[in-house]
């Protein structure tokens, strides 16, 4: 742990960025937490003055600080609607880091992270015992979405509605691949991510059919690790740093054109926070992760700009009716990376499918990784204003390109009893290359 010299030098480094903040309050129009609690503390400019303050040796309470810095889904609304530019996602996530070096992890997050999560090979062996012991402390809560909720009364579950642990894992289905391309002439690297491997395999499997379709060349390295979003968004920058030189070392052995996710939050890390956080790595860590970061592509973004999609006319039966589909903009995903029309453009491709859009599409979910866990009321309110624009379309189906953002909605969607889908956009594609509607 630093001292609190040490702490006042580093935030120091950030004290410019901070400063660039004129108070003007925009923040406050499109926070969804300040919407819910109404609290100055809560909203970008309140959280930036006690950095502010913090630089200048003025608080001696850096414990409450990060508490209160942790009070904020890092959804990236301020930083989007921000007249000024600053950049509030990176002040933030950096100064978790700083705090963290001082304060140092709880014991709970130490071993989550530290000895879990930092070692990939532990945590699929942790995750697939867990597997076969989830019914013992879950039980259905609705059927229709394949939610869970607690069997016993849970601090840590409390009532939410979840998706639980796939029955396979999508690097048992897919342990590794490493194939040529075809006519595309492209090779990618599918960077899985944790929720997707095991929450939601049949997103990747939906991947490789597409990739496949397309004659698109993939690797799929075995072994791959989380991308480091909860551990940067803990401030843990030892179990980033890890999981950072795990998953570069293993996608260097083979050459490739893009890296794709179909994940928001996997492609934002790699593309946005690997580069930014790494730090005092030897050159070829340092090196792999700039060009790594260079070749990150969403999915969906690399459909639509690099193969180009298919459009397939169906010859319908008049008796079909069309699926009405809305479409949830998830934060890291169209704020951060301004990717908005691509997945919306692989809906379109399937013609069973009519788009409706919700009002406030890219409006924050409430979930917020950590932030769910630690604020769930939270959470569930700001959720449920997600769930009010998603049924106000009289959808069937609500497509979003976040397996995070599937989660929160499922919950919510689970609770309220309603009879809609949640799926990926790649799903909905996928399905308009194999399926004819007759």
Known sequence: MSSMKELALLM??????????????????????????????????????????LAEQ?????????????????CGSCAANCPSGVEVLEIFIKARAILTQFIGLSSAKKTILRIMLSNPYTFGMLMELLLKIQKLFAKPANEFLGTSCARFVSPLIHNRHFKPLAP????????????YPGKSGLKVAFFTGCLIDKIFPQVAEAVIEVLNYHEVGIFIPYGQGCCGAPAISSGDTVTFDRLVRHNIQLLDIVEFDYLVTACATCTFMIKKIWPMMIKNQPAEIMSGVKALSEKTIDINQFLVSKTGLKKTSYHRNKNLIDLIVTYHDPCHLSKSLGVKTEPRALIKANSRYLLKEMPESDRCCGLGGSFNLQYYDLSDRIGKHKLDNIKSTGCSVVATGCPACMIQIADMLSKSEDSIVITHPIIIYAESLKNNIT
């Not at 414990?63 to 209160?68: P, Q, S």
């Not at 396979?168 to 194939?179: G, K």
């Open 168 to 179: 396979v894992p999508f690097h048992r289905i897919v342990p590794a691949l490493n194939s």
């Open 58 to 74: 003025m608080f001696k309470n850096p414990k409450g600080v990060y508490e209160r810095l942790s009070r904020c889904l890092l």
């Open 12 to 53: 120091g480094k950030l004290e410019h960025q901070i400063k660039t903040c004129t108070r003007c309050g925009m923040c406050q129009a499109v926070c969804p937490l300040f919407e819910q609690t109404g609290v100055e503390a809560d909203v970008a400019r309140g959280k930036l003055a006690m950095l502010e303050g």
